[in-house]
Each structure stands twice: as structure tokens, then as C-alpha cells.
């Protein structure tokens, strides 16, 4: 539920375009009890993936909650990160975009 809320909401802001310019970004979203969620966002908009992608940028796993409250703007990325409750792989650059997208939308 949430990960279809997050991405009509990036869907519908059309100023976040710029971000991703010639680029294709794929987050995986891991819940602990469930299985995981891929995120494609383009400069054409975001789509989730049904079959798991060849290539991942980012992922973020933690409790689904922690995860949902993330997405849906009630704590930011950053504070779960900083208490230990959601984990990220990727980039310290694929973190700044993936923070960026989630505050804007």
C-alpha cells in the first residue's frame, strides 16, 4: 500500500524530473516479514517492478513500519538510519537522490 502511495505521489510531481535526466534509478524496498518491492523511477515517472531487476542502485531495508513511515513523510530517512532501524546499500550520491525523492514527492 504504501509503496503505491509513494510512487503516484512521485508520479504526480513533475518537478522532481530533473533529478533523473538520462537516468534510470532502481530502489529496492526490503521489509523484514515481506518480500521485496522494486522501485524504477525515470524521467518519464516511477514504476514498480514486478520480477527483480538485473541491476539494483539502492536499497533500504528495515521494518516495514519504519519503511512506511519513511515514504509517507512521518520521520525522515535519515533519523532510522541514525537509530539503527533501516540499513541502506548504495552510494553515498544514490543516498542523497533517493533522500531528495522522498522529501519531494
Request: proline fraction near 4%; charge should be positive.
Amino acid at each position: 500500500m504504501y509503496v503505491t502511495t509513494f510512487i503516484s505521489n512521485f508520479n504526480k510531481a513533475r518537478f522532481l524530473t530533473p533529478l533523473l535526466l538520462n537516468q534510470t534509478l532502481v530502489v529496492e524496498i526490503r521489509p523484514y516479514q515481506e518480500s521485496s518491492h522494486f522501485i524504477e523511477f525515470t524521467s518519464n515517472g516511477a514504476k514498480k517492478l514486478v520480477s527483480p531487476p538485473k541491476k539494483i542502485d539502492f536499497t533500504l531495508e528495515g521494518d516495514e513500519q519504519d519503511i512506511s513511515e519513511v515514504l509517507l513523510h512521518n520521520v525522515s530517512l535519515k533519523q532510522l538510519i541514525a537509530f539503527g532501524k533501516i540499513s541502506i546499500k548504495g552510494t553515498y550520491r544514490t543516498f542523497l537522490r533517493v533522500e531528495a525523492i522522498i522529501k519531494l514527492c
